[in-house]
């Protein structure tokens, strides 16, 4: 059947997607979510049907195409193009028998991880799948079978190296930039460690946000060897390499109903590891409230899993359970941050300790998984590296080799408009909650806005006398430092007893 | 924040959306499917979230509305708007839980439906509802309880009578036209019966489908109330009175998986029963290869669900399990179809004799259960009201009253190109296909061809000799009848042995 082309101004992102006027669809057999061939000359597309009621927005004898259809027929507005109704995607069978409780194999999971890649599926289907694994569960060899999945249709980091150092934190804790510390005193030991990191999504600054402070964070598959074979490492945004690519697609379904399954959660993680040729993972989950995992219970669980999948993948882990219930570090928000982590590198007295503390116990522990140490001398060593300015030293290699400029901690520029939060009352302060300090820095502008966020001067357990600064907000703007004050007179956040 | 309205020339039929440019998604701390109330003057609507990357699809500062949205706040492209973020509704923690395998109450569900009605939940939002009835479950309350929420969120045809007969049938067998016989059977018997039909979906043809080749099928409440006074009866399209709306959401959510969950199927039929004030009703499970129900087994289990779940509503209710492994009837296709009803009812030559059997099987029964005839003595009773012409008279009443014409058989035009399938060998019909059959009768063009469909000669246990005319494939042009052609080629669909 031949239909005359109606552009819709407007990008779905993904899956790629046809709108038919109810009647030729009536006539063509064609039901929601059908697939139909659409071919132009020699080029050919396949896409999924949506059907309108309006003949206004799309009439009968025309199909509507949207921005990505007309760019792949190389199509415009009045061309016509042939269509024809093919199978649906198998992979839809197998997101089925997940749905009735059957147990998938690896070919399977394969057709749906690259049916997702491929824009092969909606909205609708992916949330089944999704659906399927947090209802029904992944057992191991799933688990293992969806990691593989999503390495073998995503991009690789190729080093032939041995061993690759990677770590990983689970997350959810305010600051805590301790990647930006360990990477250098890791590969200053003569280590090799290819960090990706993520920006942030519901979190005032992700590792990448904020080394972007400092340096370029965006680099191809190419420029990032070129700067691992002059540095040993690269602290780099993950997204850039394309790395595990279904995930990003999978994560924007969890996002409505914030689910966050585990199955897939450990494949998600360690499928960009394994990517990036990592041998030795050192995994951190900080657990608490207000942290991602707030039970240890949930955490040891956790632990044995990323230890049984990573058995299976050929990678040495050592996952380790640390406090999370308040946050690391003085700085939240990019560049309050970058500053602390540069502080902590070039040792200066405004360097915050319990960043520092925790870095370097990190930094000890790759060192002894990678050979540098003996055991229960990583921290000593790692210390070392750090006071010496060898880890500084390398941090500003890092940074040069990524197009960097900024590399003191003096040279950051923190948001000028300012509002100092004080004590109530005199007393000790016995709680700070991660998820009410990252509300407040993110209405303040972070991380769109570099400059904002908060500096804790007080930590749980430091007392404090009434009127004493315990944090201070920093925006752009008298607007901004408004939204934030806001949100601060509503959540609190800090506890003073 | 004020954004500058950008008309998106699209409708999505539900929910509401609104799209924003990635940076003011940023500025604005908004995810992907947050909620945004969107304010212009007086009015407001609230609006689900779509986040672009491309400034050509929406530029910052700007908000894309569809067409739906652009209505209820009478916006044009150019105004400005005043948006806010707004929580999500507190339907989506109702399905999170449900999803966890928790118990719902009939308020979580009634608010569940009525935000599906109210298009206020997204379609993935709506998926996650639909895959965890199917993976977890729904139990007998919880199952009473979406019946209830389905019935108190659409519309209601409040009858004061008793008894008010009413009567389903599960489907998935071609023809089966049995409901245009009962109907006027039993409203000349002086019993109150009601009647909504549904459209064909994946079949050839719904009873609305089919009864509108005679009359009008769709009428506002009150005209239905006028049509029952005159004639003790009608035959609607229940699509036409907005009986239980959230249901077609949701089976538009279950189509890309063909799923078809028990406990939502049950609540979807009561509901509707239930809406138009039934109180007596007979539900037909047609079981065999290739018909909806293929197991004894799965039709007992359905028929005790369907007896617990009316006992809680207060309707009394008959389940029959009956042979569905053939079409009944000859004709499939709305015309055709029609022919065989209303020849059933002239008491024609032509007729039918299963359609017939089948009809008077099911007229006796609700006759019986409505307290016309003895138990026993319902089948004998029907007979004698068809054969009298009383059932003929009843029809033609109805017809007239929804504003029909044609009243004989003989006014039924068919479609014009036919192709005759015919025995390749001498034996015996052991098997005909309803799958088979109504996606030839669908290539030829039916539903939306009334004329087009397939006309049985034989039927299964019938004997035949090689060359014998076994059906014959009706369409309105050679090209259409040339598709059901090809198909037919490819599936055939009868067995002779």
């Not at 197998?94 to 991880?113: F, N, P, S, T």
């Not at 090799?192 to 680099?219: H, Q, W, Y």
């Not at 709680?431 to 509300?439: A, L, P, T, W, Y």
Request: net charge positive; proline share 3%.
């Amino acid at each position: 059947m031949k239909l005359k082309v109606k552009d819709i101004d407007i990008a779905t992102g993904w899956p790629l997607v046809a709108v038919l006027n109810e009647l030729d669809a009536l006539k063509l057999d064609l039901h929601y979510e059908d697939r139909l061939k659409i071919k132009k000359g020699r080029k050919s597309v396949i896409a999924i049907i949506d059907i309108t009621e309006s003949k206004k927005v799309v009439p009968t004898g025309q199909i509507g195409l949207y921005e990505e259809v007309l760019t792949k027929l190389n199509a415009k507005s009045g061309n016509f193009v042939d269509v024809s109704l093919v199978e649906k995607p198998v992979s839809i069978q197998y997101i089925k028998r997940k749905l009735k409780g059957k147990k998938l194999g690896y070919k399977e999971i394969y057709k749906i991880i690259d049916d997702i890649n491929n824009n092969r599926l909606s909205e609708i289907e992916i949330t089944y799948f999704v659906s399927a694994c947090y209802t029904k569960g992944l057992d191991l060899d799933e688990t293992v079978s969806l990691t593989k999945a999503m390495i073998n249709t995503g991009g690789i980091l190729k080093l032939n190296k041995y061993p690759v150092m990677d770590m990983h934190c689970i997350g959810g804790v305010a600051g805590n930039r301790t990647t930006m510390v360990v990477v250098p005193i890791v590969a200053a030991a003569g280590l090799t460690i290819p960090k990706t990191s993520s920006r942030s999504i519901t979190s005032p600054s992700g590792t990448a946000d904020t080394m972007e402070v400092l340096c370029n964070v965006c680099f191809s598959i190419k420029e990032i060897k070129n700067i691992i074979k002059k540095t040993n490492a690269c602290l780099i945004w993950g997204g850039s390499v394309n790395l595990a690519p279904a995930d990003d697609k999978i994560i924007r379904i969890e996002h409505p109903l914030s689910l966050d399954p585990e199955g897939q959660l450990l494949a998600s993680i360690l499928a960009k590891k394994k990517s990036v040729s990592a041998t030795h993972l050192l995994i951190d989950i900080p657990v608490g409230k207000g942290a991602k995992i707030e039970s240890r219970k949930k955490a040891l669980y956790l632990k044995r899993l990323f230890e049984s999948i990573s058995k299976k993948l050929g990678i040495k882990i050592r996952v380790v359970i640390i406090d999370g219930s308040q946050p690391i570090g003085n700085g939240i928000g990019p560049e309050l941050e970058a500053r602390d982590v540069m502080w902590v590198l070039e040792n200066d007295l405004r360097q915050p300790l319990d960043l520092k503390e925790k870095s370097i116990k990190m930094a000890g522990l790759l060192l002894e998984m990678g050979g540098k140490a003996k055991k229960g001398a990583g921290t000593k060593k790692a210390l070392k590296i750090l006071n010496s300015g060898a880890a500084y030293r390398k941090m500003m290699q890092i940074i040069r080799a990524q197009c960097g400029k900024k590399i003191k901690a003096d040279d950051i520029k923190i948001g000028k408009f300012r509002y100092n939060f004080r004590a109530k009352k005199s007393g000790v302060v016995t709680h700070i909650d991660n998820d009410s300090i990252s509300k407040i820095a993110r209405a303040a502008g972070a991380p769109l806005d570099k400059g904002a966020g908060i500096y804790l001067h007080k930590h749980v357990k430091d007392s404090v006398k009434k009127g004493d600064k315990i944090f201070t907000v920093y925006a752009k703007n008298k607007q901004k430092l408004g939204y934030a004050v806001n949100v601060l007179r509503k959540i609190d956040g800090v506890v003073v007893k």
